[in-house]
């Protein structure tokens, strides 16, 4: 069986993939420094330990397994720390990410499929997004991931290492058996937050800033499930391995919920309040981020089926009772 190199499989999209690429008759080779992953979501195919700045690490990698492909989850992911602490996200997500593609390139394995961001467009004055939008990050997150598509670029042409990169919008829900979910430490995800207050693993929500040109003043995202999204990547595997060539595919679902709507359906959902109060902005936070995914549709065949705003807070709910993890 072909084996897949999973960097970043021990988190919470990554585990997801190693399931989906499971279930699809591969083998995922995850690869992770647990630093913000957890060795019990590995649970689909071999754990390797390590860190993307250690070469000589990846190389044994690359030689044990002889992957076919590289999906390349493994970044730090939070807007707001990225604002205070840029130095880290372009040290892991820039320095970490070239120091993999080399050793894939060097290693012979020239296919990656590259979890990137919508935060690589920035703030654009409410425009429904494509893929060929201008990309302006505000954040240093942001940022470091439009880096690693151009150093993808640049190696696509020295090294003929091709690249399907998925910008990806806000990712929510959990697999729907609970065999993995969304758990981060610490949590800044709205969903994941706001169930902690539902059930009073914390007291409140603080809504960051109500003041955003938007109807109900908060900002508005497009929420993704985890499984449609994963199921895209599975797909982008296959067009690297049918030989169709590097390709950028946003993934969202072209419609827009504001904070306080996430809130709504999640207590229309769990018939529970969500403790909350109004507070100030966030930094680096845009106002709107939506995209639709014609491109990903029409080209990969790419169908959400679970990516409804219910599914999602149903899932990620049945989840947050029952799945967590401990180190
Ligand atoms: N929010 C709150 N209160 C909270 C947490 C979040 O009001 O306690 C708001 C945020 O301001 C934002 C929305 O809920 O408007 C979603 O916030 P998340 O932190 O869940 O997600 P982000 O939109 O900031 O970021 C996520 C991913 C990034 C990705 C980005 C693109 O974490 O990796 O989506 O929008 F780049």
């Not at 970044?75 to 372009?90: F, H, I, K, T």
């Not at 827009?256 to 936070?285: C, K, M, Q, W, Y």
Request: aromatic residues 10%; glycine residues 10%; charged residues 20%.
């Amino acid at each position: 069986m072909n084996s897949v190199l999973v960097t970043g499989g021990a988190g919470y999209i990554g585990s997801h993939a190693c399931k989906a690429l499971r279930n699809a008759g591969y083998v995922p080779v995850t690869y992770d420094n647990l630093v913000t992953g957890w060795q019990e979501a590995v649970k689909f195919g071999p754990f390797e330990h390590g860190d993307l700045s250690d070469r000589a690490r990846l190389d044994a990698v690359f030689k044990r397994y002889e992957p076919v492909a590289v999906m390349h989850f493994a970044a730090l992911s939070q807007v707001g720390e990225s604002m205070a602490d840029p130095g880290r996200y372009w040290r892991n997500n820039v320095g970490g990410s070239l120091t993999l593609i080399e050793a894939a390139a060097a290693a012979g394995c020239l296919d990656i499929v590259f979890s990137s961001t919508c935060a690589t467009y920035g703030d654009q004055d409410n425009i429904v997004l494509d893929e060929e939008s201008p990309q302006y990050p505000i954040n240093a997150y942001g940022a470091s991931k439009r880096a690693v598509e151009n150093i993808l670029t640049d190696f696509e042409t020295a090294h003929g290492l091709r690249h399907v990169i998925f910008r990806y919008f806000n990712v929510a829900g959990a697999d729907p058996m609970g065999e993995v979910g969304e758990f981060h430490q610490p949590e800044t995800h709205l969903v994941p937050l706001m169930l902690d207050a539902i059930d009073g693993k914390r007291d409140e929500l603080t809504i960051f800033g109500t003041d955003y040109d938007t109807p109900d003043g908060t900002c508005i995202r497009d929420y993704v499930h985890v499984c449609d999204l994963v199921d895209a990547h599975v797909l982008g595997l296959k067009w690297l391995l049918d030989g169709r060539g590097s390709r950028v595919f946003n993934l969202g679902t072209g419609t827009g919920f504001s904070v306080r709507d996430v809130l709504a359906h999640a207590r229309e959902i769990t018939n529970l309040e969500v403790p909350h109060r109004d507070g100030p902005r966030r930094p680096g936070d845009c106002t709107k981020l939506v995209s639709g995914s014609t491109r990903a549709q029409a080209e990969l065949g790419w169908s959400p089926h679970r990516s409804t705003l219910r599914d999602m807070i149903t899932d990620a709910w049945r989840w947050h009772q029952t799945g967590h993890y401990s180190r």
